[in-house]
């Protein structure tokens, strides 16, 4: 797999690149010890543009923030610059650039149903005449937003004295109370300064009948798709008050319902194809060029039915709850609740590697249940030369490994400005290709360094940079960045 600008050259099989070292960059809103976090300040959506100059966030009280890259990446040419290209990279920094309002509680009087504000997913568009635009969506409405510079205009050239103004407008025998000729207009004058100002575009309400769990651009810069439990529709950006269902699982008795939509990705290169993931841990490869209604698939991908005993969980903790494709399309990366599993769009009999998450949760299934913790959504991210993946777990944690031919790469790192500090040892031994034991596997109950996990604090939502070895993960209401 290749693309990105570290590592071009496709690794060969049995050529696995070295483990990175990965490092502290970053952190925004960290919070000191014992401080209690509001929910509504939880970061609930991390995405990167496609140039990686830019980074959003969203959160449970409906905001979205926007950082921007802030370190000398473009060279301007001055001598200075040059000179510290003679050096090694410097790592990336972002800086503040705006935050918003994106979405605010709303009510459904006719199904007495609370619309949280909590951003479920943020997506990047194009970007035109050096304007950013990105979509946001809660649980019903999607949202069209533009965010640009605009010049601080100021209002200048008034009456400094009140003396040589007229009064109060007063007349008195019919002479004003001073002269006329001694009032100045004021004058508006836009200033070198800028400020970016975020105008809400478009509006796209009342598509959906169940909450939304994903949104994905088109690779033609023109439509996207929005999914919930039953349904996926496509959209035009330009028409909101339109779209085409093209994926439908109702069937016509509810009794009759045996799986949900969980994630849907456009194909990052092919505009016509789009993969959708199921509660029961099969992902689905559609052709929009098939037909209108996309109810029957190209391709299915699933894992083959193994001969040992399933359990009342077996079917939970195999629900996906993300998927995320390569950066040219070829690989496709799940997520369910203990696994990683990268999948090859042209081989369907099974998975090319699954990498154990944790291994040691299996026999605490039943308290994860009792508590709810088993429903967790963990997302996933894959680095934009395909040579790595990430996901998070419990305790802050998150794991990169290596899903190169041949590599055992694993490593486990905290949120928190020591992320080395729970490292886990990589495996003497690689695991076998497609095999449900996996690359991960550790000591049941305990993480890598003999640690009992926290499972309040959950790593959900993580992003890695499309260009370089950069991760971007929340941790509460913190956002955390480490670069390799």
């Known amino acids: 797999m290749n693309g990105g600008d570290d590592e071009d050259v496709v690794a060969a099989p049995g050529e696995a690149s070295p483990p990175l070292q990965w490092r502290f960059s970053q952190v925004f809103g ?39 890259r802030s370190d000398a990446k473009h060279s301007s040419g001055a001598r200075k610059d040059l000179e510290e290209t003679d050096y090694p990279v410097r790592q990336p920094e972002f800086c503040y650039k705006t935050e918003f309002q994106s979405h605010d509680p709303a009510f459904d009087y006719l ?19 050096g304007a950013l635009y990105l979509l946001s969506t809660n649980d019903k409405t999607i949202k069209y937003w533009k965010v640009q510079d605009k010049k601080i205009k100021k209002i200048c050239d008034i009456n400094p004295d009140p003396s040589g103004a007229v009064g109060n407008g007063t007349v008195a025998n019919g002479v004003p109370e001073a002269n006329i000729s001694s009032l100045r207009l004021p004058v508006v004058v836009t200033s070198h300064e800028s400020s970016p100002v975020a105008k809400c575009r478009r509006v796209y309400p009342h598509a959906h009948d169940y909450h939304i769990n994903s949104i994905s651009n088109n690779s033609d810069g023109e439509t996207f798709i929005s999914a919930d439990d039953l349904r996926i529709n496509l959209w035009n950006l330009e028409i909101s008050n339109q779209s085409f269902n093209i994926v439908d699982v109702k069937p016509e008795k509810m009794e009759d319902l045996s799986e949900v939509i969980t994630a849907a990705e456009f194909h990052p290169t092919h505009c016509n194809m789009l993969a959708y993931s199921s509660s029961k841990g099969s992902i689905r490869l559609i052709d929009l060029r098939q037909s209108a209604l996309c109810d029957s698939h190209s391709k299915l991908f699933e894992e083959p039915d193994t001969a040992g005993s399933k359990s009342f969980f077996t079917e939970i903790i195999a629900s996906v709850s993300d998927i995320k494709f390569a950066k040219e399309g070829r690989y496709l990366l799940s997520r369910d609740y203990m696994t990683l599993k990268l999948w090859d769009i042209n081989m369907d009999s099974g998975p090319v590697s699954t990498f154990q998450v944790h291994e040691y949760l299996k026999p605490k299934l039943c308290d994860l249940y009792e508590n709810d913790s088993i429903f967790d959504k963990f997302e996933c991210c894959i680095s934009g030369n395909g040579l790595r993946a990430a996901t998070g777990s419990y305790s802050n944690l998150f794991r990169v490994f290596g899903v190169s031919p041949g590599s055992t790469e694993t490593t486990t790192l905290e949120a928190s400005r020591n992320p080395m500090r729970r490292h886990v040892p990589v495996p003497s031994r690689p695991p076998r290709v497609g095999s449900m034991m996996g690359r991960g596997s550790e000591s049941p109950g305990v993480d890598g360094n003999s640690n009992a996990l926290d499972y309040t604090t959950k790593l959900l939502h993580l992003a890695w940079h499309p260009n370089e070895n950069s991760i971007a993960c929340a941790a509460g209401n913190s956002l955390y960045m480490y670069c390799a």
């Open 30 to 68: 960290e919070r000191s010890a014992g401080e209690e976090v509001q929910p509504v300040d939880m970061i609930s959506a991390i995405e990167f543009d496609h140039s990686g100059d830019h980074l959003a966030t969203g959160d449970r009280g409906g905001r979205v923030v926007l950082f921007e």
């Open 111 to 129: 199904k007495s149903l609370e619309i949280e504000e909590k951003i479920n997913k943020i997506r990047w568009c194009q970007t035109a005449n």
